[in-house]
């Protein structure tokens, strides 16, 4: 007879290992249900959703306002909101009559912990958090011990459309006609995967969330309607609607934010662009050195990198950095619009990564953040045209005087190749003279006089010039470099590399490995397999110490 103390060991295991089962026993029903049901993951993986969605891009100051409000007007469910800052009434006033006009539609709205520029003395978050619990509208703000800053900026609407937002629910990001603002990018994905991502990062944060307390918390300020005006023609107005098979990769601090990063940069093959408010933490050993010396990596590896930024905080060591490795950086116009707010990358007309990301090593290890990578060629493209429109009235300041770009980005062997030199800044001060000198592959210099082919810029003034260049053969490296006289002194650009290219190929870089998601059922035997193990050992010993009486 097997003694009691065995017989109690073998029940007690085959009792942890029926519970185990009893989850896998009721989650297909779950999964077949669709509701928004709180989860709370420990950490948030990379994971990639290839297939078929839809898909809509806008860029603040152009068509921002008007797309947010259409995307907020079409729920019918819920509305999720995970933000920095809201200094914005008009859309303080939108979530007001959305909740009055859809009482059925659960609203829950939290808002970042302490952030700058959001507290005394304009005090908006306070206001709006006092504002939205007066409504109803379930509120909380961000855990002050999860994160330095919640520095995120996504919505999710109906559990199936995203928002991801370089800009917060500002009146600099979401303008009215007319009205200045930043250079921001957004998208908007509907899928239910890419949804229940974010929603489980809006969980897990709200899960940590504090109430609105108004004795501690204070009520504000009223928010300011006021709005300088711009006469800023917004030629990207017209959103880019796109669907297809598509391969979306969501991204956030301090989880995955580096490595999407990385993953971007180090995949690039032919072009690098790249539009960040600024680098700082620069030296410090960290993860924006890691973001520079892969960006020095792709230059080295002949890759043509631009990067527009803002003259703040590392702007000059950073820039010294990049113009020694021979890379072009400039800083955003500000004539029409706030200093630059967009955190985007764009990899050889391709891959897209749009986010709240900068880099400073607080937003990449401290912070909440949120973004994600696109790969698909057509919304690369979108968001191409308003890199170049950007390159194209970039200031230098620091670094030069001049500025230089091509179309199309990446020519084929049967494209004309048009090159623009940009001398607005040189205008003033009388061009008389403006060439533009070209190298095939490592062949001799060639230096052609352009002054006649001047055209406008975008704002109406002549000081752009043209060249084309005649097709080339498929892998030709075309090397330009600008040089302009103007008020007696010459001014010589920085020599950059046009490829011709019938094709990329594939990404030479590999996907981070995500984490396993295979049948649960065998991930459950695997874990419980010392557990089966021990309690076939302990069957065995009891048959044979039975055996031995």
Same mark, same amino acid.
């Given at each position: 007879?097997?003694?009691?103390?065995?017989?109690?060991?073998?029940?007690?295991?085959?009792?942890?290992?029926?519970?185990?089962?009893?989850?896998?026993?009721?989650?297909?029903?779950?999964?077949?249900?669709?509701?928004?049901?709180?989860?709370?993951?420990?950490?948030?993986?990379?994971?990639?959703?290839?297939?078929?969605?839809?898909?809509?891009?806008?860029?603040?100051?152009?068509?921002?306002?008007?797309?947010?409000?259409?995307?907020?007007?079409?729920?019918?469910?819920?509305?999720?909101?995970?933000?920095? $800052?809201?200094?914005? @009434? *008009?859309?303080?006033?939108?979530?007001?009559?959305?909740?009055? %006009?859809?009482? #059925? /539609? =659960?609203? &829950?709205?939290?808002?970042?912990?302490?952030?700058? $520029?959001?507290?005394? @003395? *304009?005090?908006?978050?306070?206001?709006?958090?006092?504002?939205? %619990?007066?409504? #109803? /509208? =379930?509120? &909380?703000?961000?855990?002050?011990?999860?994160?330095?800053?919640?520095?995120?900026?996504?919505?999710?609407?109906?559990?199936?459309?995203?928002?991801?937002?370089?800009?917060?629910?500002?009146?600099?990001?979401?303008?009215?006609?007319?009205?200045?603002?930043?250079?921001?990018?957004?998208?908007?994905?509907?899928?239910?995967?890419?949804?229940?991502?974010?929603?489980?990062?809006?969980?897990?944060?709200?899960?940590?969330?504090?109430?609105y307390d108004q004795p501690r918390d204070g009520t504000g300020l009223p928010l300011s309607y006021d709005q300088d005006s711009s006469t800023y023609p917004r030629p990207f107005a017209e959103p880019g609607h796109f669907s297809g098979q598509m391969s979306v990769t969501p991204i956030v601090s301090p989880e995955t934010s580096l490595q999407g990063i990385l993953y971007c940069i180090n995949s690039a093959q032919v072009t690098l662009d790249i539009q960040i408010p600024y680098f700082t933490s620069v030296g410090d050993a960290g993860s924006v050195d890691q973001i520079i010396d892969a960006i020095l990596a792709a230059k080295a590896r002949d890759v043509t990198v631009r990067i527009i930024t803002q003259d703040e905080k590392d702007y000059v060591e950073a820039a010294e950095i990049f113009t020694n490795a021979g890379i072009p950086m400039i800083y955003q116009d500000t004539r029409w619009a706030y200093p630059l707010h967009n955190k985007g990358i764009i990899v050889d007309g391709r891959i897209v990564l749009i986010s709240s990301i900068n880099y400073?090593?607080?937003?990449?290890?401290?912070?909440?953040?949120?973004?994600?990578?696109?790969?698909?060629?057509?919304?690369?493209?979108?968001?191409?045209?308003?890199?170049?429109?950007?390159?194209?009235?970039?200031?230098?300041?620091?670094?030069?005087?001049?500025?230089?770009?091509?179309?199309?980005?990446?020519?084929?062997?049967?494209?004309?190749?048009?090159?623009?030199?940009?001398?607005?800044?040189?205008?003033?001060?009388?061009?008389?003279?403006?060439?533009?000198?070209?190298?095939?592959?490592?062949?001799?210099?060639?230096?052609?006089?352009i002054t006649s082919t001047v055209f406008d810029s975008a704002e109406g003034d002549p000081e752009n010039y043209f060249y084309v260049i005649s097709p080339q053969s498929d892998g030709t490296n075309i090397t330009v470099q600008a040089t302009v006289i103007a008020g007696g002194d010459t001014y010589v650009g920085m020599e950059m590399v046009i490829r011709v290219r019938d094709s990329i190929g594939s990404i030479t870089t590999p996907t981070p490995t995500p984490t396993p998601t295979g049948n649960p059922l065998v991930e459950l035997l695997i874990e419980l397999l010392p557990y089966i193990a021990l309690a076939v050992v302990v069957l065995i010993g009891a048959i044979c110490v039975k055996k031995r009486k």
């Open positions: 007879m097997i003694p009691k103390r065995y017989k109690l060991l073998s029940f007690m295991i085959l009792c942890i290992m029926i519970s185990s089962f009893i989850p896998l026993l009721v989650s297909p029903v779950a999964e077949n249900q669709k509701p928004h049901v709180q989860s709370i993951p420990s950490a948030f993986t990379w994971q990639t959703f290839n297939k078929n969605m839809n898909v809509t891009t806008f860029v603040a100051p152009d068509g921002s306002r008007d797309q947010l409000w259409h995307f907020l007007n079409s729920a019918e469910e819920s509305i999720f909101v995970e933000i920095y $800052g809201v200094n914005n @009434p *008009y859309i303080l006033d939108l979530i007001r009559d959305i909740h009055t %006009t859809k009482p #059925g /539609v =659960d609203i &829950k709205i939290l808002i970042g912990w302490h952030s700058l $520029g959001y507290l005394a @003395p *304009y005090e908006p978050n306070p206001y709006v958090a006092y504002n939205l %619990t007066l409504m #109803g /509208v =379930d509120f &909380k703000w961000t855990s002050d011990t999860e994160f330095t800053y919640a520095h995120q900026k996504f919505v999710v609407i109906d559990n199936k459309t995203t928002i991801i937002q370089a800009g917060n629910w500002a009146k600099t990001s979401f303008p009215e006609d007319g009205k200045k603002s930043n250079r921001e990018w957004n998208i908007a994905m509907t899928d239910t995967d890419v949804a229940d991502y974010y929603l489980s990062v809006f969980d897990y944060d709200w899960g940590n969330g504090i109430a400073s090593d607080g937003s990449i290890e401290d912070n909440r953040e949120a973004g994600v990578i696109i790969e698909h060629e057509a919304i690369a493209q979108w968001y191409s045209e308003v890199f170049d429109f950007d390159w194209g009235l970039g200031d230098f300041d620091e670094i030069g005087s001049l500025n230089v770009y091509w179309n199309p980005n990446i020519p084929t062997h049967s494209s004309e190749i048009n090159v623009t030199v940009y001398a607005h800044e040189l205008r003033a001060l009388g061009i008389t003279d403006v060439s533009l000198g070209v190298k095939i592959d490592s062949g001799s210099w060639s230096n052609y006089t």
